[in-house]
T-cell receptor, first 113, second 113 residues
Framework: EPEVTQTPSHQVTQMGQEVILRCVPI?????FYWYRQILGQKVEFLVS????????KSEIFDDQFSVERPDGSNFTLKIRSTKLEDSAMYFC???????????FGPGTRLTVT | GESVGLHLPTLSVQEGDNSIINCAYS??????FIWYKQESGKGPQFIID?????DKRQGQRVTVLLNKTVKHLSLQIAATQPGDSAVYFC????????????FGKGTLLTVNP
């Protein structure tokens, strides 16, 4: 069964450093998403991406965040200057289309020290 | 010391019993709903979805019921097994947004053998 994959599984970085989290969505999916989950809290929407542009973003997704689909398979989330409060699990998801189910990857645990 | 994070509702059942997990939403414009299962350290796993033009949908051992009048969603798991032990989240889209999912608080299901 096709699945979303994410790398790395765990990333440790120092405050102020840039990080790039990588995702390979399910191959026939057209919509891509990033969510995050701070330890012990709910999953929160960050951004959705379709047709090579952001279709929606939350208030969390400020100028420090960016997304890119650099090729036909990868989808990345970049945090330019990490803060302690960026420490969380970051989940990538993808879907075939609107209201067709969002399928999540295993997540990247980001720890900012 | 002070505790932080979610205090999850919990449901404890015996193996073989049926489980019912509930979720409330507030936006009457929400028209697409998903139930996810999340095991410790893993990403949310898609279980079943339902659109607002339906009241009930069945999958393998699971049934989702939607009551739009009271904005309530439930997940029924038949013949619950120890492997069903996890946190269960409902998620729903928002009025004016087709992509962003808002996650509910989650319910911790524990299945006792």
């Amino acid at each position: 069964e096709p699945e979303v994959t994410q790398t790395p599984s765990h990333q440790v970085t120092q405050m102020g450093q840039e990080v790039i989290l990588r995702c390979v969505p399910i191959s026939n999916h057209l919509y891509f998403y990033w969510y995050r989950q701070i330890l012990g809290q709910k999953v929160e929407f960050l951004v959705s991406f379709y047709n090579n542009e952001i279709s929606e973003k939350s208030e969390i997704f400020d100028d420090q965040f960016s997304v890119e689909r650099p090729d036909g398979s990868n989808f990345t989330l970049k945090i330019r200057s990490t803060k302690l409060e960026d420490s969380a699990m970051y989940f990538c998801a993808s879907s075939e289309g609107d209201r067709l189910g969002q399928y999540f990857g295993p997540g990247t645990r980001l720890t900012v020290t | 010391g002070e505790s932080v994070g979610l205090h999850l509702p919990t449901l404890s059942v015996q193996e073989g019993d049926n489980s019912i997990i509930n979720c409330a939403y507030s936006n009457s414009a929400s028209d697409y709903f998903i139930w996810y299962k999340q095991e410790s350290g893993k990403g949310p796993q898609f279980i079943i979805d339902i659109r607002s033009n339906m009241d009930k949908r069945q999958g393998q051992r699971v049934t989702v019921l939607l009551n739009k009048t009271v904005k309530h969603l439930s997940l029924q798991i038949a013949a619950t097994q120890p492997g069903d032990s996890a946190v269960y989240f409902c998620a729903f889209n928002s009025g004016g947004s087709n992509y962003k999912l808002t996650f509910g608080k989650g319910t911790l299901l524990t299945v006792n053998p």
